[in-house]
């Protein structure tokens, strides 16, 4: 017997040792698991590491590579420096023999500055003989840096005079798919940087765009710029469509006159900042306007933000058999400065990368918040015949008449109301259906049969018996039958007449909601020929 427990403590002492041993089993499983999982998360990311170290070397390298190629480009590198210097407003431009830089064979940026120091100085004539010289080499990005340049330098009244035979060259026509320095020469020449006569080209420019550009049912864009996209209409009211689409298109109508005024209605040049883009030059001497930096000059958030960079990548070029080399050098160091991975698209490294089409730029002038006055204007004005069509559609759709009519749901049934109240036939006739299909309260049927039945079995034993106790019973059964009748009677009355009265309550509270919704819709159509008059006013205005 001692054998027997003793093989029974020994078994269980050896199963506790096997749940402990299973146990341990588990906790190891679970952190060599975790170990595996925290080692190649570090693999992972030494190795992320390491291709963007290796990747960086190798441009490093490449670079280094690349630079002794560019030894032998120093007269380029030179003329970069120098114009550099003149953007920053470092150099001596007063001097009357010039910048005094170098000319490079076939490389059109060393007259072109030369031509800009010269019109910075009042030098008419030296200026468009450099920038007729730049010109026959590169005519495009020669105009683009002058533009750009007396632009930034200048101001307006150093501009004017070589604006429109530039921007002949450099922007022809907006295409449909505009470029980095093709925007910013529209923009500039529309805020009026580059004089009257450029920002009129430009607007032609713009003209073309919206009938060249155009598709089907570009007017109806212009029909949602503002207000509502619909009309909440209380509920349980039914058939308000029509009068809600009326409010609707009317406010949109108002919606178009409000930006057509805040447009078009306010003196030009006096919002936005580049509505006085002459401003931050100062006069210097008679025919000459003064030069500021791009990074210290007094107007410099008239210029616009993309306007120094657009240069830099233009200068930074190079030239023509040095270009593929810089182009390269940019990629490489940005791959460096981004720690191995590139951190900008190679296309968005050049002066001319593209930047949206031509419409969707122009729509965005017209219609945002933050733009110039002159520019938006401009824009508008472009789109004139689409807003006039989107305008009378408007006008028509907010104008068409509407039945004075609604439904209020009870109950499944269907009740009309009008401005002046409830429809009483409808209020009759749904009453008379609620009746009908009424049950009778509670257990009626079964309580007329219960005391029925009772009286006649009572009458049949008095009957037969002749005992008066059972005629008693059979008399007090027909009085209960009489009091039962009395007491559904009323509670139909009862119970009929607070359906009345709900059903009433919920017609007046729809009547007077519908009431609220046909005068607004009233209100607004009779707005709608002014608004208008408005639209066609302010666009033949602000011509």
């Given amino acids: 017997m001692s054998n027997y427990w003793a093989e029974r403590r020994q078994n269980q002492r050896i199963g506790e040792i096997d749940e402990q041993l299973a146990a341990a089993r588990r906790t190891a499983a679970a952190q060599a698991k975790r170990l595996h999982s925290e080692l190649s998360e570090v693999k992972g990311t ?76 009042g030098d008419t004539a030296k200026a468009k003989a450099y920038i007729e010289a730049a ?64 920002r009129d080209l430009v607007r032609r420019h713009m003209l073309n765009v919206v009938d060249r550009d155009s598709g089907q049912g570009a007017a109806a864009d ?6 509502r996209s619909a009309v909440q209409v ?33 003196p030009t040049g006096t919002t936005g900042p580049a509505s006085t883009p002459g401003s931050e030059g100062t006069a210097g001497s008679e025919g000459t306007a003064g030069s500021k930096g791009i990074t210290d000059a007094e107007g410099a958030t008239d210029t616009g933000a993309e306007v120094p960079h657009v240069l830099r990548l233009l200068i930074d070029e190079g030239a023509d058999k040095e270009a593929p080399i810089l182009a390269r050098v940019a990629q490489l160091r940005d791959i460096i400065e981004g720690n191995g ?21 122009l729509r965005a002038d017209a219609t945002g918040s933050d733009v110039p006055e002159q520019r938006g204007r401009a824009a508008l004005l472009a789109f004139g015949p689409h807003i006039r069509a989107a305008a009378d559609r408007l006008a028509e759709q907010a104008s068409a008449p509407f039945e004075d009519k609604a439904v209020v749901s009870y109950a499944g049934r269907r009740i009309e109301v009008s401005s002046a109240g409830p429809d009483e ?6 009453q008379n259906s609620i009746a009908a299909s009424a049950p009778e309260p509670g257990n009626a049927k079964a309580w007329y049969g219960s005391l029925g039945g009772g009286a006649l079995l009572a009458a049949v034993v008095a009957v037969a018996t002749g ?24 509670d139909t009355s009862d119970t009929g007449t607070g359906v009345d009265q709900f059903l009433r309550q919920q017609t007046e509270r729809g009547a007077a909601n519908w009431r609220t919704l046909y005068q607004s819709a009233m209100d607004a159509q009779a707005g709608v020929a002014d608004d208008l008059r408005a639209v066609y006013a302010l666009l033949e205005g602000g011509r």
């Fill in 135 to 198: 010109h026959a080499r590169d005519p495009e990005r020669t105009a683009v840096f002058t533009l750009l340049a007396l632009r930034t330098l200048a101001g307006s009244e150093g501009t004017a005079q070589y604006a429109v035979e530039l921007l002949n060259s450099a922007l022809p026509d907006i295409p449909a798919e505009v470029r980095r320095h093709q925007r910013e020469l529209w923009t500039a020449a529309a805020d009026g940087a580059f004089g009257d006569a450029a």
């Fill in 467 to 490: 005992s008066a106790v059972a005629w008693v019973i059979a008399g007090a059964f027909v009085v209960a039958g009489i009091a039962y009748n009395v007491k559904v009677s009323r």
């Fill in 46 to 121: 030494l190795e992320q590491r390491l291709d963007r170290l290796s990747r960086s070397f190798d441009a490093f390298v490449e670079l280094s590579d690349l630079r002794a190629e560019l030894v032998g480009f120093d007269g380029p590198a030179r003329v970069r420096y120098e114009v550099g210097a003149l953007l920053d407003g470092t150099s001596d431009h007063e001097s009357a023999g010039g910048l005094g830089i170098a000319d490079v064979t076939g490389y059109w940026l060393a007259p072109a500055a030369e031509g800009v120091s010269a019109a910075l100085r």
């Fill in 222 to 227: 212009w029909e949602a710029v503002g207000g």
């Fill in 341 to 361: 991975s590139p951190s900008t698209a190679p296309g968005q490294l050049r002066w001319d990368a593209p930047v949206g089409s031509a419409m969707d730029l």
């Fill in 234 to 266: 209380p509920r349980g009211l039914q058939g308000t469509a029509d009068a809600a689409n009326r409010i609707t298109y009317a406010d949109r109508l108002g919606a178009l006159r409000s930006l057509l005024q805040d447009r078009l209605s306010s």
């Fill in 425 to 430: 036939a409808s209020i009759a006739a749904v």
